[in-house]
């Protein structure tokens, strides 16, 4: 029998073969896996930004209502359990093992060329858990685009549609109507579809899409009702919860008025706008423009004029430098770090156009020690009334995968760089 660290090793070995857009090779996998998937019924959600929110917000509802619950994120933040939770638990690590040897055993006679990416393994691994724990209705979020994702194999009974913005372009398209038409083939014919408001070019393309499909589309332009308190932070975060209750109605669910209040307010969703170290540290897990800006919008909706030791990290295909843009006018000071991922941006880059007082730091730890208990360039005059030094909120924020190292240092997890 294999041990774990074989396991483990052979999984993370896939993270080398990159994105491989197709489904062909996930097809191959499911049916030498005996279709798990058949047996699930799934909400099904894409999108640029929100889509993890809508996923959390539409789970933790179901759940509150009484239903086994399946749940599919990515990447993970810490540890990879978090991307495939059963109940709202992350699934226990000796069961993902098993199912890690069920995927080895199902691969023996694929060539090195055929092999599946780690994407397509690890979501045939969810199916697979999803179904073996009789699951009635699993919550999937899409990884890259949607026609072609490895998720997009699952069978579904709603779909939905975050608001899009221009982001992994290498794979996507160029534009808005080329993303948005390939985030719109997670759609089906007469399967109903929920879309969040969008800019003119996706919306044509998604109307077109759904035209072409014979998809029932209701678009979800009003955000939550004022008697529902979401439990995450940020008005856009009650735009994301008004999409998931959408999607739970148009997939044939009708949890009771306390039901959603109960899945909206004990909601777990970590890195968004998440408050560590007694509320002096925000994490955020903004990586892209749009998201940038729902993010500088929440902290003027939490802090006001008060401005941030922001650190910042980014990966280089995230138009970093935009948004730097739009984060300095709540910073009043920068710290620049590298994020552990090969696609780091060098922090190099952003000198020169840089208008807040900054530094380059070689690792996370030393800026968060250093933005934590530090002055930094602080002296008297930085006093209130009485004379105490004033310490302003640190936010950390530019990449997901920083977020994940934050809160590995937070928790003294390890954390293991990743690629996906």
Not at 31 to 36: D, E, S, V
Not at 47 to 56: D, F, L, R, W, Y
Not at 241 to 248: G, P, R, S, V, Y
Not at 264 to 293: C, E, M, Y
Request: contains cysteine; proline residues 6%.
């Amino acid at each position: 029998m294999d041990d774990s660290s074989e396991l483990w090793e052979w999984l993370n070995a896939a993270q080398h073969r990159g994105v491989q857009p197709g489904l062909d090779r996930m097809v191959r996998l499911l049916a030498c896996l005996g279709n798990p998937e058949r047996e699930l019924r799934c909400l099904h959600v894409a999108g640029t930004n929100g889509k993890g929110s809508v996923c959390a917000f539409a789970e933790s509802i179901l759940r509150a209502a009484g239903y086994r619950t399946g749940f599919y994120s990515s990447p993970h933040l810490v540890d990879f359990s978090e991307r495939i939770r059963i109940n709202g638990e992350p699934t226990p690590r000796a069961v993902v093992e098993e199912g890690i040897r069920h995927l080895r055993r199902a691969c023996t006679t694929w060539s090195q060329e055929e092999l599946p990416t780690y994407f397509e393994l690890v979501t045939a691994l969810a199916f697979d858990l999803f179904a073996r724990a009789g699951c009635e209705v699993v919550v999937l979020e899409t990884g890259l685009g949607g026609r072609l994702d490895a998720t997009n194999t699952a069978p579904k009974i709603a779909c939905a549609i975050t608001p899009i913005a221009l982001d992994h372009m290498e794979w996507l398209g160029d534009s808005l109507g080329r993303i948005a038409r390939e985030k719109a083939g997670i759609m089906r014919p007469d399967i109903p579809a929920v879309i969040a408001p969008q800019q003119a070019e996706a919306a044509d393309a998604l109307l077109l899409a759904a035209r072409e499909m014979g998809v029932p589309c209701k678009w979800v332009t009003e955000s939550l009702a004022v008697n529902f308190t979401p439990g995450l932070t940020g008005s856009y975060q009650r735009a994301n919860a008004a999409l998931a209750l959408e999607l739970i109605k148009a997939g044939g669910f009708h949890p009771s008025p306390g039901e959603i209040q109960q899945g909206l307010s004990t909601v777990s969703w970590p890195g968004r706008f998440q408050r560590v170290k007694g509320g002096r540290l925000i994490l955020d897990g903004a990586h892209n423009p749009h998201a940038v800006r729902q993010l500088v919008e929440t902290w003027r909706e939490e802090y006001g004029t008060q401005q941030c030791r922001l650190i910042f990290g980014a990966l280089s295909d995230k138009a970093p430098q935009e948004m730097l843009s739009i984060l300095e006018p709540i910073a009043e000071e920068l710290l620049l770090v590298p994020v552990a991922s090969p696609r780091s941006v060098n922090p190099e880059l952003y000198l020169g156009t840089l208008k807040v007082p900054h530094r380059i730091l070689g690792s996370l730890h030393e800026a968060l020690d250093l933005a934590l208990n530090d002055s930094l360039t602080r002296d008297l005059q930085n006093c209130d009334g009485a004379g105490k030094p004033q310490n302003p909120p640190v936010l950390l924020t530019g990449s997901l995968f920083l977020v994940g190292e934050a809160l590995s240092l937070e928790s003294g997890a390890s954390f293991t760089p990743r690629s996906q």
